[in-house]
């Protein structure tokens, strides 16, 4: 810094002439180490106080002054060649003071000449005024001053006393007249903004009565329906008009319905649907000349505001332009108080508006518009509620439920509860009205002058579906085109300079900005630069990390290319963008699908993986020609092809019984946009509602003792420094900026950014960042059985066939091709397994029926399927004439073949062996069935079972007639397949990991309980030697049978079992139950005692997985482990969702793993509580350091009277604090899962521990260095006596010993808060392998004792540590320094 700024600093701290410099609880240099009275000292160099008489001949005779002959001793005590009144006006005797203000004693005083400064040879610090007056006095020849010197308003001119010293008091501060240019200018645009407003409220409470009254009557009309908000019209979500080939059905105000829900098919051709979230209120707006100029006149108040702080600040430094330009507070009369009290009013009043601003963003524009009904406007703004979603909800003491319940209130109040979001309302080509709301188009519904989207119903039953394979005329596209927008999810992802404003608008930035600018105003602009900066480092990571992300799922959004479409009779080639519900689309090998479609003929192969996480393609099949419902969440799904998946292979039907045939595999638009599946799952990661983790809610305790402290510190402050309001303030505001450091954002996400970046090197990858917190905590792990726990193809194991004639069992065999005739064909076409490529594609356990039949399959089928059986067979070749697909709610599947040796046609049966049970004729099915297929579960063991019978006729054409009830009922029941369950090679390590991880272990399976009972046991779910008791039911109305599964007797008491405990102070009894008996204890309420007992789900539907899921949600944070498929519902409703699938990123669940082991969840939990602990170590260092700066080293400073140097401030703010954070990030996760979670709470014993542990050491040691001090005999009587420096040379509040010790303690406490906290093998690697904090802690530590041990050098010197000027190191025995030092002043 140089001499220009270090005067320029100087003359900040003028202010504290004012301030009261001694120390409170001891005299300065008074008593040395051991008690006795300080010896006195010599200090040289002490300027006199000019002496002031009534005459010039009263002066001493070495103070007369002598003038030359052409000039004049005036009364500013110099000579002059005229005493102009100017010069008359600096008489230093009236101290600054004129006119009534200067008392009448001073009137008349005259200066002598001034005194030569004087060395005191026996200087008492505690007494120093009377010393320098007597050395003064001595000086002037003053004998006995006592008697006839006074001091100045003290002392006046009179009787004995015959000259008065200048020690003038404060001078009265100028202040403004008020009518000054620049605040005439300041009320005039101030009160012309407050007049504009004024006007423009009175303005809109009268336009908008109208529009208020008629809405006001609307709703009431619809009070009997759901109330709606004064600015919207809502009627009944369910009412709707049915009718056919209308275009606009519906009478629905689009409110209050659930996001996720599309409203209820119709058999009709459109209809409006309503998707806005429940609770979700549309308002309509429109642009006013004079509204439009208020808005536009605050947002220029506010830069003026802004620029006037600006121009303040220029002043300060003299860096105004014109006259100005040079001279220091020339704007507030060259006083320096003055302009620190006009920016710190200024700058309240801008932080006011600033924060105001903040809290009216929402809608602060809308104000300025005028209301009107949605259907009128320029503009709708959409407000929907922020259903928070909380995870670990506290049980929360007293302070917190009261701290909350404020917190609530207040962010009600200030609608901080909800979302606004403003979107103009446009017009397409043909002027029809409409607007988009979360990538979905409203268009306007003329009946109702309501907003809604737009779903055209392309029918409900397979015929309907089937009759629209002609496709839509031009005409229609062009209609519906205008109406559903186009197909295509935009996600828009702002630019780098927008990525930064959107950060920057965020309240944490504006507060830390606000406070900068006290920084650069007030001579610390160097530290306000370096704060800035990390300020921009905090923001680059979160705007670098959010942006990778948004990037990411735009690549999984958009979509667009060419596909074959009919339309008018034509086939054409259109771009996706442009398809519509209703469309016909060839599909294509290697397509890309961008919306749902039905399959209207032929067979496709579908890669789902991205989709749902399935990681195997998935064949699906045409609907049926007849009158069955169609039923996407049943037996539709396999008709379904969803948006976001990929074709693999398709094969043309020709020739077929009951679908459409077709040389081209045709599929009927159904959803496009975001109204496809697809489409739902985007809005859900584009438009979240907002996870709050415990943290969250103790944090607004933690901001309250913040708040707290700082009033603390402020009071310390003006109780220690003793000065004026204005001092305390500015020390007040640097205090408090530094209390939360401007790190805290990045530190809380940066440890999540480093556990995704390691996750995606596991090949685990992340499309939602912050739910890496949430795996931090998870307490339960909901695994599916097949795929995930098992081996994804199951291992044949044989069969046991029915000998027909006795209704018995034959022997069990291995042999498959060794069973009867009949078994043996519907082991090799009752299935849905296709050839891709030579690969076979289908469900696993198809897949290996298949090939346990070594039969193959004809590329080039007469109807849906040919199969050529084994050669050894001799049963010729099989025709698969119809086939319905495996359904969860039938548990069942079946074939017609055609067997082309005999030409007689069969029917196959093929399902559970419950099922199968239930549909067989009695005298088929062995007396000992049951016990059979659970003994075989007992040996875990996946069973099917399989039923025939022969069909009457033998025309394939005819077998189109009959439904499926039709073709299944009256089978006979031919055998049992039987398949290995097979655990992969790595699922025990990993069930023994999670356990050691203290996380329950749950099996979610479609599974008969049997077999997952015998997993769960081998791969450790289920300890050794535990009782399982299995509960069943044959429907959810009977009553639950408890049967112990090892012993098989009946339990009637499972109570008393629950509560044996083992010696590890567990249960020493596990439950199992069905699909069924799960039903009836959610009914019952039961499942919620034995929700926690229950360690395997069995016999689960899809929806069943969602409910067993959300179960556990309402007591743990639950994860939900599957390889997609019939997982997908449950890995989107979980806490955290894991998709074992071989894709990349997938859309269905936050986490998807190509490792297709349960290892991927132990990894992704080590990973995210290394990220959780990382995140919370970074927060205590953060918090520490606030600590050390705005309490250590802000109480030493307020009580000494001392400072840290600028250049020690930037390098632990910018070098220190910023380089411990982020090595702090490069910990490892601990080799293994440890006994307990990270803690999530901030106000826990564990955080509490640690913070206040550090906190308390640093003052012990800090204080305790204090202490070792004032016992050196070297320190005492050389104590930095504030009473003896000029206040206004700031820098010299770091050259003394009080400040070194300070320095060097503060800066050491800093470095080792950041490897303090690195401790923590728990959840991170041993301290010692972070090797980049374990470097920098080492380089800092070696920079900084380098300064203090080292003999002086320039590094010390840089620093004002352990140094001094040339002449006292060369006193000390040192060699001269080569380098500039900063003069020091004594």
Known sequence: MGFRGLAKQAATFALFASVSASQLWHDVNRYDAHGNECLYREKSDVVCSRLCVTGLSSCPTSLQPSCPDNQLFCADGECHDECTDDIQAQNPCHCSRSGNKLPSEAQNLVPCLTIPNVTIQQFHAWNSEEDIRIACGAEANITDQSKTVGVWDKNWIGGDIEAVWAECPAAPTPNYKYNESYWIATYAVNGALALLILVWSVYKGFAEQSVRAATLNKTSGAENHRPGSQESIVADSDSNIKGTNEKSTVEKAMLNLPSDSPAGSMNTDSNFAGVLAEGTNLSGYRNHILGTVSVWSIGVCTLLWICLLGVLTADYYGKLPGWRYGKDFSLAFESDYLLLATFLILWGISFIICVSLF?????????????TLPADGQYVCAVRPLNEIKVMEDNANKLQRSINTFSERLRTRLGRDKEYTTCPIEKTSEG?????????????????????????????????LIQQADGLSGAEVAYRLELVGPNFIEVKVPSIPAAFAREFVSFFYLYQLIFLWAFYFYAYWQVGLVDTGVILLSATIKVVLRVQSERRLKQMAEQEETTPVKRDGEWLNVSTRDLVPGDVIEVTTGAHMSCDCVLLSGNAIMNESSLTGEPLPIRKFPVRIDDSHYNVAEAGKMSTLFAGTVVSQVQPVTKSTDSLESDRVLALVRFTGTMSDKGQLVRRILFPNPISFIFNEQMRIVVCILVLYSIFVMAMAAYLYQGNAVAVVFYGIFAISQLLSPLLPAALVIGQSVAATRLRKKKIYCVDPQRIMTAGKVQVLCADKTGTLTRDNLEHYGGRCIDPATGKFVEFTSDLLATDRLFQQAVASCHAVADLNGQLIGNPVDIEQFRASKATIDPQPEYLDAIQTAPDTNLGKIHVVRRFQFVHARASMSVVILDESTGKLHVFVKGSFERLKAISSARSVPADYDEACADLAREGCYVLAFAHKTLDTADPARVGEFTQDELESGCDMLGLLVFKNMLKSDTAQAIAELKHGSTRTVMITGDTALTGIVIARQC????????????????????IQWVDVDTREPVADIQSHLAELGSDGFSTTELAVGGAAFERLCATGEIDTLLFNIRVFARMKPTHKVECV??????????MCGDGGNDSLALRAAHVGIALSDAEASIVSPFSASNRSVMSCVELLRQSRAGLATSFANFTALICYGQVMSGIVKMCTFYFSISITQNLWMLIDGGVATGMMISISMSGPAERLAPSRPTSRILGPQMLASIGGIVMINWVFSVMSYVWLFTQDWFRCNEQAASEVNLNMWWLLGDNYESSILSFVCTYQVINNGLLVNYGYLHRAKWYKNYTLLTLWAFLIAFISYMLLADPNRVGCAFRLNCGTPSALEKLGYKSPSWYIEPYIN
């Open 1020 to 1039: 450790g779910m289920i300890p050794e030697n535990t009782r399982v008791l299995l509960g069943e039911c044959k429907t959810p109305a009977d009553e």
């Open 359 to 371: 809290i009216l963003k929402p809608y602060l524009r809308n104000y300025f518009r005028l209301l």
């Open 432 to 464: 029809r009205i409409y607007f988009t709301y979360q990538c979905t188009r409203y268009v306007l519904d003329e009946q109702t002058q309501q907003y809604a989207p737009y779903e055209f119903d392309i029918g409900t039953s397979h015929r309907r």
């Open 1110 to 1119: 959300e179960h556990h949600m309402k007591y743990a944070v639950t994860a």
